[in-house]
């Protein structure tokens, strides 16, 4: 097997985790995982694990943007946003169900407990669900501009008091109100 991204690199067997083998660039740091070593490392796996919050690790990603051929069978890979905070997406082979991973991508994954889930970012829900994280945050920057960093703090720290006060509708007709002093 040779590199998808590197010219004329081979792919040499790496122990990527107690029985999980993949194939390693030693270039650009690049790995290949087959879809059946990667389904019966699952298998050995005590269920998934939670999905953990960011730690402080920092971990250089270079997610190589451009279309990758399979390493095993030949065919154009598709990409998948992982979402959840990691901001890179990783190729799928549609052929033989190959993942590769660039630098330190498996790694990140990892840190959050997500390494386990590959197979779910794969699926329309998942996707979905990156969809939905990608238009918060665009919505979110827009409500900054339009209110200014410090008022919007203070409007969303208001909105969750808000959201979980069992007066919540008549504390808004209240703020509505002109001059609810008025009868
Ligand atoms: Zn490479
Ligand atoms: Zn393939």
């Given at each position: 097997m040779d590199c998808p991204?590197?010219?004329?690199a081979g792919l040499t067997r790496e122990k990527l985790?107690?029985?999980l083998i993949a194939y390693a660039c030693a270039?650009?740091g690049g790995r290949m995982i087959v879809?059946?070593d990667y389904?019966?490392?699952?298998?050995?796996?005590?269920?998934?694990?939670?999905?953990?919050?960011?730690?402080?690790?920092?971990?250089?990603?270079?997610?190589?943007?451009?279309?990758?051929?399979c390493p095993e069978?030949?065919?154009?890979?598709?990409?998948?946003?992982?979402?959840?905070?990691?901001?890179?997406?990783?190729?799928?082979?549609?052929?033989?169900?190959g993942v590769w991973l660039?630098?330190?991508?498996w790694?990140?994954?990892?840190?959050?407990?997500?390494?386990?889930?590959?197979?779910?970012?794969?699926?329309?829900?998942?996707?979905?669900?990156?969809?939905?994280?990608?238009?918060?945050?665009?919505?979110?920057?827009?409500?900054?501009?339009?209110?200014?960093?410090?008022?919007?703090?203070?409007?969303?720290?208001?909105?969750?008091?808000?959201?979980?006060?069992?007066?919540?509708?008549?504390?808004?007709?209240?703020?509505?109100?002109?001059?609810?002093?008025?009868?």
């Open positions: 991204v590197c010219k004329n985790e107690q029985d270039q650009c879809a059946n389904s019966h490392w699952l298998e050995k796996q005590q269920g998934t694990l939670p999905e953990k919050p960011f730690s402080d690790i920092s971990l250089e990603i270079h997610d190589v943007e451009k279309a990758k051929f069978c030949s065919r154009l890979m598709v990409k998948y946003k992982v979402g959840h905070g990691l901001d890179f997406k990783i190729d799928r082979c549609g052929g033989c169900g660039d630098a330190n991508e790694e990140a994954m990892k840190d959050r407990n997500l390494h386990d889930e590959i197979n779910s970012v794969f699926t329309a829900p998942w996707q979905a669900g990156v969809r939905q994280e990608q238009n918060s945050q665009t919505l979110d920057v827009l409500y900054s501009k339009k209110f200014g960093d410090q008022d919007y703090t203070k409007i969303k720290e208001i909105r969750s008091w808000l959201d979980a006060h069992p007066k919540r509708q008549a504390i808004l007709h209240f703020l509505s109100d002109d001059s609810p002093y008025k009868a």
